[in-house]
């Protein structure tokens, strides 16, 4: 069993009575909560997210063994009598730690990963430097868990607005104007994101966590493009995969040109080129309509 996993097992015992009940709370099939536990299967970093949250412990402990575990968080948490905080309790600790990562992410975009401060999130709370503590022992804690959170964040309010679109080329389109780093927040998103990748370049023990959110970008473009396929609206003999990768590095490299103010790449510049990239690579032979480019 992995260090991981071990760890996994001691926040399952400190606030649920059976793995069914823990999975059950952070939303995941029984049968891949055991399999992980075993270690045929590896946590992802959503369900790493979800568990921490729920064990009031931080992501860093989950996977280093560094930050706050289920004893540390037993200590900071009044208990119900049978030895579990009470639910209001655990919701209020859950939306005050979301409030504490919000502030710290939006920082993050603001002023770079390393010059936030546990004062600067305190002060953007109105609150003390000891009540984000209280959360996050140590910045590393709060940063770590504020480049996840931001990173969660946005599949998710992806993922929702996807759901709603029918057509799988009218879906890509979509997630093209959702990726444009056009001023507001998924500009700062992406400002995270590039600090990410930096951090993960840096710090090897980031790369698990960094991976596993890169694939599931990877996959959700794959996905589109099988949908595009089976509704007739893509090739029929595309590449899903290989054209998944080329989008999303296509979609990264330009992102980086147009927050680092090249001259000539703009957001509408790089929605053109994504444009042009899918009609070509993905419509050309279906007899879709390709869409028109705006200059």
Known sequence: MDDTAQRVRSVIASVAD?????A???GLEPTKLSKSLQGSRRFTAKELSAIAAAGGVTVDWLVYGRGTGPRAAAERRPAEPGGQAAPAEQAGDERRRTEFLE???KLISEHGYHDVRIADIARACGTSSGAVHYYFPTKQDVLSAALLHCVHSAFERQSAELRAVDSAHERLLRLIDMQLPTPGRVRDEWLVW???WTETALRPELRAIHNDFYARWREAVVRIIRRGQRQGEFSADADAEQLALGIT???DGLAIQVLTGAPQV???RMRTVL???IARELLARTGGTRERSHA
């Open 18 to 22: 059976t793995h069914r009940e823990f």
């Open 24 to 26: 059950a709370r952070i």
């Open 103 to 105: 502030a710290a992410w």
């Open 194 to 196: 590039l600090q990410f």
């Open 249 to 251: 590095a296509l979609t």
């Open 266 to 268: 703009t957001a509408e």
């Open 275 to 277: 444009v042009d990239f």
